[in-house]
């Protein structure tokens, strides 16, 4: 649950001339902005909390598939070729898991299990790992710290609709700073 956004306002010595208008740069990553004056001194608007980008502008929409009859070889280059680092599992209508990157090495090839006949069932992680939607990025970032995962299924009304990975958390802590 995200507690409500609760602004401050405190007056600030600005001239009209010092600020044109409103300025959305680092100091809206930073948490505060200045409103332009209308009569009077500027105000600046602190937030108490962390600005935050809804999951839905981070996420990646396209979902990459697999069957867990396919075989690790077989899911190996289906990741080659579509440079991700995770395949949702598939089956019978809905997602049964997730196999990645690390299941493969720690789960497949650490255990010497043969890539042409081991299938994808006998390494994935499962169940799937979602969020919902209208999560934060910290949230997010927590829960795949709570369970040791680098991919996070995104769900809307009880509906996978994306994926993230730590990689797009740390592009989107980079830009948008450590909120």
């Known amino acids: 649950m995200v507690p409500e956004a609760s602004n401050e306002v405190?007056?600030?010595?600005?001239?009209?001339e010092e600020?044109?208008?409103?300025?959305?740069?680092?100091?809206?990553?930073?948490?505060?902005?200045?409103?332009?004056?209308?009569?009077?001194?500027?105000?600046?608007?602190?937030?108490?909390?962390?600005?935050?980008?809804?999951?839905?502008?981070?996420?990646?929409?396209?979902?990459?598939?697999?069957s867990p009859d396919t075989t690790l070889l077989a899911a190996a280059q289906l990741m080659r070729d579509a440079k991700v680092g995770a395949l949702l599992v598939h089956e019978a209508g809905h997602y049964s898991g997730i196999v990645s990157e690390s299941d493969l090495v720690r789960k497949g090839m650490a255990e010497s299990c043969p890539t042409e006949e081991t299938l994808v069932r006998a390494v994935m992680s499962s169940p799937l790992r979602s969020i919902?939607?209208?999560?934060?990025?910290?949230?997010?970032?927590?829960?795949?710290a709570e369970h040791g995962i680098r991919h996070l299924a995104i769900s809307e009304d009880g509906q996978i609709v994306g994926i993230i990975s730590v990689r797009d958390l740390l592009y989107y802590f980079k830009n948008w700073g450590g909120l």
């Open 10 to 16: 405190m007056e600030s010595h600005v001239d009209r």
């Open 19 to 66: 600020l044109p208008g409103l300025l959305v740069d680092r100091r809206v990553r930073a948490g505060y902005y200045l409103l332009p004056p209308t009569d009077g001194p500027g105000r600046m608007v602190i937030q108490t909390r962390p600005l935050q980008r809804p999951l839905a502008v981070i996420m990646r929409r396209t979902l990459r598939t697999i």
């Open 132 to 144: 919902e939607i209208t999560s934060s990025a910290h949230e997010a970032s927590e829960k795949m």
